[in-house]
T-cell receptor, first 114, second 113 residues
Framework: GDSVTQMEGPVTLSEEAFLTINCTYT??????LFWYVQYPGEGLQLLLK?????DKGSNKGFEATYRKETTSFHLEKGSVQVSDSAVYFC?????????????FGSGTRLQVQP | EAQVTQNPRYLITVTGKKLTVTCSQN?????MSWYRQDPGLGLRQIYY???????DKGDVPEGYKVSRKEKRNFPLILESPSPNQTSLYFC????????????FGQGTRLTVV
């Protein structure tokens, strides 16, 4: 079945550091890929998405490129801020018989220190 | 405003006392799902529904029931709660299309004593 693997956290960075959170996936079909963010005490919200190979999703300075050849969707940001401290989830959406439509990774906690 | 509404937000209950957590969405989404979130374990799917009267088990369905009698509602039922069901629960909904995002409720923090 479908699966998503993320790097384990927590990831601790200083403000203005470069961020990479790795995400790889396994899917039967041709999924869409997503990054969701969960700020403390809140539900998940969409950060960015990419719906086909080589697409780049971007939002709030975050970027991720859908790499079909490496089955990856790594999240990057050039300069993190304290306000980026949150838990980040990689996810895929893959429809079809027997598929769950939405599969999440285990989440990666990011802590940004001033 | 597009939203997923869960109730209650917080609940403390005793072992064995049946409870229901409600989830309602106003976006006419076909797909709805329940997750539990525990420290170190990420999000684990409990049940999901691809449309009215269509439900299926996720990764951790034991001890839970769901129903989907109407498109907008997807309640989570704990017939006989136990302390190991103490967790943070999220409901989500989306269109049944691959390229659309999921919308999440604010979460229900359940404590079973």
């Amino acid at each position: 079945g479908d699966s998503v693997t993320q790097m384990e956290g927590p990831v601790t960075l200083s403000e203005e550091a470069f961020l990479t959170i790795n995400c790889t996936y396994t899917a039967t079909g041709y999924p869409s890929l997503f990054w969701y963010v969960q700020y403390p005490g809140e539900g998940l919200q969409l950060l960015l998405k990419a719906t086909k190979a080589d697409d780049k999703g971007s939002n709030k300075g975050f970027e991720a490129t859908y790499r079909k050849e490496t089955t990856s969707f790594h999240l990057e940001k050039g300069s993190v801020q304290v306000s980026d401290s949150a838990v980040y989830f990689c996810a895929l959406s893959d429809l079809g018989k027997g598929r769950r439509a939405l599969t999440f990774g285990s989440g990666t906690r990011l802590q940004v220190q001033p | 405003e597009a939203q997923v509404t869960q109730n209650p937000r917080y609940l403390i209950t005793v072992t064995g006392k049946k409870l229901t957590v409600t989830c309602s969405q106003n976006m006419n989404h076909e797909y709805m799902s329940w997750y539990r979130q525990d420290p170190g374990l990420g999000l684990r799917q409990i049940y999901y529904s691809m449309n009215v009267e269509v439900t299926d088990k996720g990764d951790v369905p034991e001890g839970y029931k769901v129903s989907r009698k109407e498109k907008r509602n997807f309640p989570l039922i704990l017939e006989s709660p136990s302390p190991n069901q103490t967790s943070l629960y999220f409901c989500a909904s989306k269109y049944y299309r691959e390229d659309t995002e999921a919308f999440f409720g604010q979460g229900t923090r359940l404590t079973v004593v």
